[in-house]
């Protein structure tokens, strides 16, 4: 069944999300490619939001129809490296292959670059064995930088990632007045 991709949206999460929540945390399929425990109860699920979600720097619930389906998350590094941030996502499975998490993530980056100006470098390390990830990053325009070898560690295995990059000068690009302004 297709979706109409204009009921996709993002919002901040919330406590009330525990229930719709817990039926794609608590799905291996979605977290098992991420550095999320499974979550197996609706109060493990509401903790979940309130102590990891709530005060993450840029976490959003893709949402249908306001109800939570996913999410996307936007990590900053710190000190110096602010600069540059990651990226990462994930879809309940009964929705996937239906385009929405590529355009969740369209949305997330056309907002990003604004709610975090001084973050200039958006990069995904995705696992390759991955290709809907892969391939949903370079539908956004993110350029495959490389292969990181022996790079990440998940649950109990290490794994070759390839890295990929999307500049906020790779959507559009700076006046020369403003980019010379930017001070890290
Ligand atoms: C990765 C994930 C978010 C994709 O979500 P989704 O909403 O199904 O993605 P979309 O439908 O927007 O796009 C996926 C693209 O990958 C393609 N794809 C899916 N499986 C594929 C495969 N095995 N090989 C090649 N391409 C594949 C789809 O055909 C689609 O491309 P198209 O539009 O050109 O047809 C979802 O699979 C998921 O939650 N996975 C578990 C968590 C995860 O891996 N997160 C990313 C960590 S880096």
């Not at 893709?62 to 990651?86: L, N, Q, V, W, Y």
């Not at 290709?131 to 109990?156: C, H, P």
Request: with cysteine; net charge neutral; proline share 4%.
């Amino acid at each position: 069944m297709e979706i109409d991709l204009s009921r996709v949206t993002l919002r901040p999460f919330e406590l009330m999300d525990a229930h719709d929540f817990l039926i794609w945390a608590g799905d291996d399929r979605v977290t098992g490619n991420l550095r999320w425990p499974v979550l197996t109860s609706e109060e493990e699920a509401l903790a979940f939001i309130r102590d990891v979600c709530l005060p993450h720097p840029w976490r959003r619930s893709i949402c249908i129809d306001d109800r939570s389906i996913g999410f996307i998350s936007i990590f900053p590094e710190t000190g110096d490296d602010r600069f540059k941030a990651h990226i990462g996502y994930g879809l309940s499975h009964e929705y996937w292959g239906k385009g929405i998490t590529t355009r969740a993530v369209s949305i997330a980056v056309s907002q990003v670059f604004n709610d975090l100006p001084h973050v200039l470098r958006l990069q995904a390390f995705v696992r390759t064995q991955n290709k809907a990830s892969q391939r949903l990053v370079e539908k956004i325009g993110f350029q495959r930088e490389g292969l990181l070898r022996k790079y990440t560690y998940l649950k109990g295995t290490i794994y070759d990632v390839f890295v990929y990059s999307l500049l906020s000068s790779d959507l559009l690009p700076l006046p020369q007045s403003y980019s010379s302004q930017i001070v890290l």
